[in-house]
């Protein structure tokens, strides 16, 4: 990671390098990470301990079930988050980015080609990215109107007030996107810190009260106790108990922001004690009263755990850090869309930078209002965060298994690890993994199709456009002359024009079908054309000395290749004007950029299914514009039409 620290700051302050990346004092990064990256597993508590014994089965909220379930989200917060998370997949970074398509590109950059199960490897990349969209309409719904239903607790009567409050805040939270949050999110850190504090605090002061809990907890025996006493229950059960480790993904996935390490000590020596406090505290809680008081408590044990003085306030804070949560889904969801575009997964949309400074804080309209219409939609759909419970996991648990393929490649393909070591890891990985997966797979019926739905729509939509997007750059290519042919019959007789042509085209060889077009049409040349091609590497940043790589034909041609990493932003202009071996300083004023929009044809030849390809051609025409994605000056673009046959 670059460690050059924003010219002018003071030493101790956090600063953001031409990347995005954060620099400062290891504890200011690590509070920081509190506020962005662990809002969604830190709101679990909210639901995750309740939907276990008073969701859609019913557990007794005994001894024997409640040191099992306690039990279970110890040991799964140790496996999945501390153990796999945090000590071996954040280890996975691309060039210090991490998320499901970062680890693909670090794959597929390493790998591909050499293996021929590769291809199937990043299949599972990419349903791992169509499945967060799913997690990312449902994260925001369950949070926010888990935490309005709080006020339930406070108010009798306040139930059919829950669904249009949410919506409220639901709606104020989307809207606010285009203003950007770089505001907000500088009280994010201290709001999340004080909501862990008060998660822990409230956890021991009921902790007190049945002391047992703690060893309880710590003790795994009594994970089989729960099984041997009631089987069936229990795994029905391990469906709501992996709500306590949503959001483990957010870890690596935020790892590019803060680094490595900030993220784990604010893990380790943080939020992890927190959560566990607090979820001990809330058996605890059950376990000290009568049976009769044990099941009116379980339905909503989180905001019980305050006395009734301070369970307003409780509500209040815990609507604060869904929000917050909520902010980083949505957030998550901008940023894994610019990385599938830049890797060529989704067509151009309008992407818009919502901070001078910082580099990562972007806005997708139609990302933003398309997951704000599913939110809600699911929110009158579902009615309650219980409901909502039943289609959450799904889409979790579905991408931690494919992390967990993902990361027996780098295992054991690119560290070249012990393979008894790498078994046993992957055992252990794959089993719970594997359990929480079929447990959760009991709730489709009740609503966990939502994510599979979402998912599979996705899926077809990213594959459809890299498949389409191949397809066509193949058929063109097919029909291409070469250049150094075109040069020799063409060039020596057309007139030539004062000033520069910059023809895009995604083809690095041949001549531009935008280039044949203009000639056919204008009858002329300019003194200058540059072919340039744009390509996205599968890193995420691209050194400035290996930008661009320029060819010289002679008579004025050239062809230019300018390299980009998938989290960078584009602009083509700024590069033309850096280019050294093209002659002259390329002006704006002097420059036209000619643009070919291709109409496709949908055909019976060897490719994609009709559907597929008609669904690809309706992409292309709903795309953003090449202009404004490459930030062409508007006054100096011409477009040129031609059709493709896929």
């Known amino acids: 990671m670059n460690e050059t620290a924003t010219e002018g700051a003071e030493p101790d302050a956090i600063t953001h390098d031409a990347q995005g990346h954060a620099h400062g004092p290891l504890y200011k990064l690590a509070i920081a990470a509190v506020g962005i990256v662990y809002g969604d597993i830190g709101t679990s508590p909210i639901y995750a301990f309740r939907e276990t014994f008073a969701g859609h089965h019913t557990l007794i909220p005994d001894q024997v079930h409640i040191f099992g379930v306690l039990s279970l989200i110890f040991w799964s917060m140790m496996i999945i988050v501390t153990l796999k998370y945090v000590s071996i997949v954040m280890r ?20 591909g080609g050499k293996r021929r199960w590769t291809g199937s490897i990043i299949l599972m990349g990419v349903f791992a990215t169509a499945l967060f969209y799913g997690d990312s309409m449902i994260t925001p719904a369950i949070s926010v109107l888990s935490a309005v239903e709080g006020l339930t607790t406070v108010e009798a009567g306040f139930e059919p007030y829950v669904i249009p409050t949410a919506i409220v805040i639901l709606v104020g939270l989307f809207a606010i996107q285009a203003r950007g949050t770089a505001k907000v999110g500088l009280m994010f850190g201290p709001v999340m810190l004080f909501y862990f504090v008060v998660l822990a605090l409230l956890g021991v002061m009921h ?18 106790y729960f099984f041997a006493a009631d089987p069936i229950k229990a795994f029905i059960a391990m469906g709501s108990v992996v709500l306590a480790v949503t959001g483990a993904e957010a870890l690596y996935a935020d790892m590019g922001h803060f680094g490595r390490k900030p993220i784990r000590v604010s893990w380790i020596y943080f939020v992890l004690p927190a959560l566990l406090l607090n979820y001990m505290g809330q058996g605890a809680m059950i376990l000290a009263v009568t049976p009769e008081q044990a099941l009116a408590t379980v339905k909503d044990p989180f905001f019980y755990l305050a006395p009734e003085q301070f369970r307003l306030p409780l509500v209040l804070l815990a609507t604060m850090a869904t929000i917050i949560a909520s902010q980083a889904v949505i957030s998550g969801a901008f940023s894994v869309t610019q990385q599938a575009i830049q890797l060529g997964f ?42 909502l419970a039943a289609a959450y996991g799904i889409a979790v648990t579905g991408a931690m298994i494919i992390d967990t393929v993902l990361i027996s490649v780098v295992l054991r393909h690119m560290w070249n690890w012990n393979k008894y070591v790498v078994a046993g890891l992957l055992v252990l990985f794959f089993s719970v993994d594997f359990t929480y997966l079929t447990a959760n797979m009991l709730k489709i019926p009740d609503g966990g199709w939502f994510p599979l739905l979402i998912g599979a729509i996705a899926f077809t939509f990213l594959t459809t456009w890299a498949k389409g997007r191949k397809l066509m750059i193949d058929r063109m ?4 002359l070469p250049m150094e042919i075109f040069i020799k019959s063409a060039a020596p007789s057309a007139a030539r024009v004062a000033g520069t042509a910059v023809f895009m085209t995604s083809s690095a060889s041949g001549v531009p079908h935008a280039l044949l077009h203009n000639l056919k049409h204008n009858k002329v040349l300019h003194e200058r054309v540059i072919l340039l091609t744009v390509r996205v590497e599968d890193v995420p940043y691209v050194a400035e000395d290996k930008r661009s790589e320029e060819q010289d034909y002679s008579e004025g041609f ?29 002006r704006t004023m002097d420059t036209s950029f000619f643009l070919a929009r291709q109409t496709l044809l949908a055909s019976s030849r060897p490719g994609m299914a009709i559907w597929r390809e008609k669904l690809f051609a309706w992409m292309l025409r709903n795309a953003e514009s090449a202009m404004e994605f490459f930030k062409l000056p508007t006054n100096r673009v011409v477009e040129l039409g031609s059709q493709v046959e896929i």
């Open 477 to 480: 290519n097919e029909a291409s």
């Open 207 to 224: 902790i007190m009260d049945y002391p047992p809990v703690v060893l309880a907890m710590l003790n795994p025996v009594n994970s089989f």
């Open 558 to 586: 050239y062809r230019v290749i300018l390299r980009y990493g998938f989290m960078e932003e584009i602009d083509v202009p700024v590069a033309l004007a850096q280019l050294k071996g093209c002659g002259a300083t390329c």
């Open 92 to 111: 996975a970074d691309n060039k210090g980015e991490g998320g499901s398509l970062a680890l693909l590109a670090l794959i597929n950059r390493s790998l």
């Open 346 to 387: 989704i067509p151009r949309l309008r992407i818009t930078h919502t901070s001078e400074s910082a580099a990562g804080q972007i806005y997708i309209p139609v990302i933003n209002w398309a997951l704000l219409t599913m939110v809600i939609i699911l929110v009158l759909t579902f009615r309650t965060s219980s409901n």
